[in-house]
């Protein structure tokens, strides 16, 4: 495999039933670029997502990340491996505090088995002082250092992906596959989140990015993959292929349009 592709995904075909959601997808994500997809609602998207991370098993084709085929990994297994995902929408246990959603990230803790607890009392002991050291850290790059005890429950929707971001990176990926990140965020923290993204993709870490706000796919991208019925309908570099006419008029939904307004 090319040294630059960092994730390859190879005619991949997914049904739900007489659905079919991925119709020979094949796309490549190289290291140090931040690659978009986007596409209209129900094109295929998360289907993606869920084949890769493991959640769902495609009936033909297959996924191969860092030269490892993918194809019949757990999504445990996977995230190992060093691919982790976020989700569409929040699934942050709304009663634990913003530092104990952070803190049930890692995976591998040595204090989880009881046994370890009493025979390496200073190993699981210095792991949490990492883990807890590693958290402050990514809560005050993300700006969340303010809110380490609110509940979940009470952060805004901005906050709560910034707040997913930040428990993702816990597990230190290399490759990060964000499902609309700035999904109902105000344009304010998404631009924040823009910046983010960019600051950690200079210090080493890749990004695949499901985004319906092109301007934040133009901002951040450097190449995108236009998924529609479950197939690549165009792929380049997001100046060229959003502006083909056909991409957005019949590809794009009304509210990727939307998104274009200078108000956002
Ligand atoms: N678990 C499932 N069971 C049955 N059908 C599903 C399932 N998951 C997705 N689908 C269907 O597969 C198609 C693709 O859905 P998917 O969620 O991947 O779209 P998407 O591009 O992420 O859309 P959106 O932009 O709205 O998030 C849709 O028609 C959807 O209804
Ligand atoms: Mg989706």
Redesign the pocket.
Known sequence: MDQDVLLAVESVHKR??G?V?LDGVSLVVRRGRITGLI??????????F?VITGF?RPERGRVRFAGTDLTGLSPDRIARLGLCRTF?LSLHPRRLTVMENLLLAPQQQAGEGLLACFLRPGKVWRQERQFLARAWELLAQVGLADHADAEAGSLSGGQQKLLALAQVLMADPQLVLL??PTAGVNPTLAQHLVALLRTLQRQGRDFCI?E?NLRVVRRLCDEVYV?DH?QILAHGDPATVLQREEVLRAYL?RRALRAEEPDR
């Open positions: 739900f039933g659905l959601a596409g209209p609602n129900g094109s295929g998207k998360t289907t993606l869920n769902l569409q499902d609309e499901i319906h998924l479950g939904s």
